[in-house]
């Protein structure tokens, strides 16, 4: 009995603690928008590190909007460009609609143009399991291309998944064990949550990234680079003070993190970034993204040009970064 009241007024002081920073995190963030609100200067931007693009000023567009041949059945989904394809692939796009519960896909679709992705013909399908959801299929709507695998939170764990379109198999690297998945960590605004977005992947200059959020740090972003080495191997980590259920997506330029939040139904703001390089974090972005759909369920960078792909509410959009 005495070592079960113990285990209890243990339990009762780390929720104490546990409180305790979650109210800090909020009077943090309270103050931080309290400043940017009485701020009249003007609106910093951040140069992506070494890659000699200049800063970035703005985001244009959309320059691609469109449904898919799906029309309005599955609003979670991805789609892009395999940020590192083989010869003769340069021109493919694939698309992966979550097409169980909005939550979990086993197949990728590939389109040999914009064209016909827009048009919704001449598709070739690759299934990772004839089962959805079973192990080893795609949970959630973030997951990238690159070397002809797609990198993607795996069903129930979590892992992360790197499905070889070649061989069509399937391998594994865990993240840490105190990692959240099965919707404990996801992507949210005050009107939504972005169901099992626990874990979001990026492509950039130099790969492919995994960020998610884990206990020991509070439920803030972390950042780990993936070894595209088969099977992946988890490479050099970052962790953030970015509490990640202030954040509606993000991704990756050159080595710098950039974090968005729901502003309005219409417009979507970059308003953080972290760069890997210099450890220097920022809150003070202001760069806005003009939505036609409420919500952004999917967004990554191509570093091939450099167009930020979204899917939003089942309509695949494509936005162009702008350096000077």
Same mark, same amino acid.
């Given at each position: 009995?005495?070592?079960?009241? *113990?285990?209890?007024?243990?339990?009762?002081?780390?929720?104490?603690?546990?409180?305790?920073?979650?109210?800090? $995190? $909020?009077? #943090?963030?309270?103050? #931080?928008?309290?400043?940017?609100?009485?701020?009249?200067?003007?609106?910093?931007?951040?140069?992506?590190?070494?890659?000699?693009?200049? #800063?970035?000023?703005? !985001?244009?567009?959309?320059?691609?909007?469109? /449904?898919?041949?799906?029309?309005?059945?599955?609003?979670? %989904?991805?789609?892009?460009?395999? *940020?590192?394809?083989?010869?003769?692939?340069?021109?493919?796009?694939?698309?992966?609609?979550?097409? &169980?519960?909005?939550?979990?896909?086993?197949?990728?679709?590939?389109?040999? &143009?914009?064209?016909?992705?827009?048009?919704?013909?001449?598709?070739?399908?690759?299934?990772?399991?004839? &089962?959805?959801? =079973?192990?080893?299929?795609?949970?959630?709507?973030?997951? !990238?291309?690159?070397?002809? *695998?797609?990198?993607?939170?795996?069903?129930?764990?979590?892992?992360?998944?790197?499905?070889?379109?070649?061989?069509?198999?399937?391998? =594994?690297?865990?993240?840490?064990?105190?990692?959240?998945?099965?919707?404990?960590?996801?992507? #949210?605004?005050?009107? =939504?949550?972005?169901?099992?977005?626990?874990?979001?992947?990026?492509?950039?200059?130099?790969? !492919?990234?995994? $960020?998610?959020? =884990?206990?020991?740090?509070? %439920?803030? !972003?972390?950042?780990?680079?993936?070894?595209?080495?088969?099977?992946?191997?988890?490479?050099?980590?970052? &962790?953030?003070?970015?509490?990640? *259920?202030?954040?509606?997506?993000?991704?990756?330029?050159?080595?710098? /993190?950039?974090?968005?939040?729901?502003?309005?139904?219409?417009?979507?703001?970059?308003?953080?970034?972290?760069?890997?390089?210099?450890?220097?974090?920022?809150?003070?972005?202001?760069?806005? $993204?003009?939505?036609?759909?409420?919500? +952004?369920?999917?967004?990554?960078?191509?570093?091939?040009?450099?167009?930020?792909?979204?899917?939003?509410?089942?309509? +695949?959009?494509?936005?162009?970064?702008?350096?000077?």
């Amino acid at each position: 009995m005495t070592e079960t009241m *113990a285990e209890l007024e243990k339990f009762d002081s780390l929720q104490v603690i546990a409180k305790e920073h979650e109210n800090k $995190i $909020i009077k #943090r963030d309270l103050e #931080r928008c309290n400043e940017e609100l009485n701020s009249t200067s003007p609106t910093p931007t951040l140069s992506p590190g070494p890659c000699g693009f200049g #800063r970035m000023v703005n !985001v244009s567009g959309p320059k691609t909007y469109s /449904l898919t041949e799906y029309g309005t059945s599955y609003p979670y %989904g991805a789609w892009g460009r395999d *940020a590192n394809p083989a010869p003769g692939n340069e021109n493919k796009y694939w698309l992966v609609v979550l097409t &169980s519960s909005n939550v979990y896909g086993n197949f990728i679709r590939q389109y040999n &143009s914009l064209s016909t992705i827009i048009l919704g013909i001449e598709p070739t399908d690759t299934y990772i399991s004839s &089962s959805n959801p =079973t192990t080893n299929t795609i949970q959630g709507s973030n997951m !990238v291309m690159y070397a002809n *695998a797609l990198y993607y939170n795996c069903y129930d764990t979590y892992s992360v998944c790197q499905f070889n379109l070649t061989t069509q198999s399937v391998s =594994t690297v865990d993240l840490p064990s105190d990692t959240g998945y099965d919707d404990k960590f996801p992507f #949210r605004h005050l009107d =939504t949550t972005y169901s099992y977005t626990d874990m979001d992947f990026a492509t950039d200059e130099s790969g !492919v990234y995994v $960020i998610y959020a =884990t206990t020991s740090n509070f %439920g803030n !972003v972390v950042i780990s680079k993936i070894e595209t080495s088969n099977p992946p191997v988890l490479g050099q980590t970052w &962790s953030t003070s970015l509490h990640k *259920a202030t954040a509606t997506n993000t991704f990756m330029v050159c080595g710098v /993190l950039f974090a968005t939040r729901y502003l309005d139904k219409k417009t979507e703001q970059i308003f953080y970034s972290y760069d890997t390089k210099t450890n220097i974090e920022r809150y003070d972005l202001k760069l806005n $993204i003009t939505k036609r759909q409420t919500n +952004i369920e999917f967004l990554n960078y191509d570093p091939r040009d450099h167009l930020l792909y979204v899917y939003s509410d089942a309509y +695949i959009v494509t936005y162009e970064l702008v350096f000077q």
